[in-house]
């Protein structure tokens, strides 16, 4: 799954909020409560790697990609796994995109 959202801060300013805010991008994906527990996450220059346990219920779903920030976009890449099975991948896509959208403002 590729997320792409424009924004209009700095570099530093946008990594700061991904940093800070990084498993409430995951949480609400698909419209389903979701824990997120971090496995591995460490930013080389401007992109930030992450392996993440996603826990819904009783199931447990790892998650991995990369978040890149450029001059003027964020983009999301991940590999969803079972997750974006259960829920759709358009569907964790969107309900994704809106929760990092409210995260950036």
Do not use: Y
Request: hydrophobic content about 45%.
């Amino acid at each position: 799954m590729r997320i792409t959202i424009a924004h209009k801060k700095t570099k530093a300013e946008v990594k700061e909020k991904v940093d800070r805010t990084f498993t409430q991008m995951f949480e609400g994906a698909g419209g389903m409560p979701v824990q997120v527990e971090v496995q591995q996450k460490s930013w080389a220059g401007d992109v930030l790697s992450f392996a993440v346990n996603a826990k819904i219920a009783f199931m447990s779903a790892p998650i991995k990609g990369t978040v890149e920030v450029t001059d003027h976009d964020l983009i999301i890449d991940a590999d969803l796994g079972i997750l974006g099975n259960m829920v759709g991948q358009k569907k964790a896509q969107e309900m994704m995109e809106k929760q990092v959208r409210g995260l950036l403002k």
